[in-house]
């Protein structure tokens, strides 16, 4: 779906500025996991477009060095 596409172009570029780096292996139940609780923790990012939201989400979970 949307999330697992915007995972999948984070490997290769940034999206609003966030970067994901070593998370290749990483299931999809466990990406959407991730955007769930990001969501649910940062409730100030509701208003965000999604891929702003999800990229957040996967770029505090997963930094680059």
């Given at each position: 779906?949307?999330?697992?596409?915007?995972?999948?172009?984070?490997?290769?570029?940034?999206?609003?500025?966030?970067?994901?780096?070593?998370?290749?292996?990483?299931?999809?139940?466990?990406?959407?996991?991730?955007?769930?609780?990001?969501?649910?923790?940062?409730?100030?990012?509701?208003?965000?477009?999604?891929?702003?939201?999800?990229?957040?989400?996967?770029a505090?979970?997963?930094?680059?060095?």
């Amino acid at each position: 779906g949307y999330v697992t596409a915007l995972a999948d172009l984070l490997m290769s570029e940034s999206v609003a500025g966030y970067k994901a780096c070593n998370f290749e292996t990483v299931r999809t139940q466990e990406i959407m996991d991730i955007v769930r609780n990001y969501i649910a923790a940062n409730q100030g990012m509701n208003s965000r477009p999604a891929r702003i939201v999800a990229a957040a989400a996967l770029a505090k979970a997963f930094p680059c060095p």
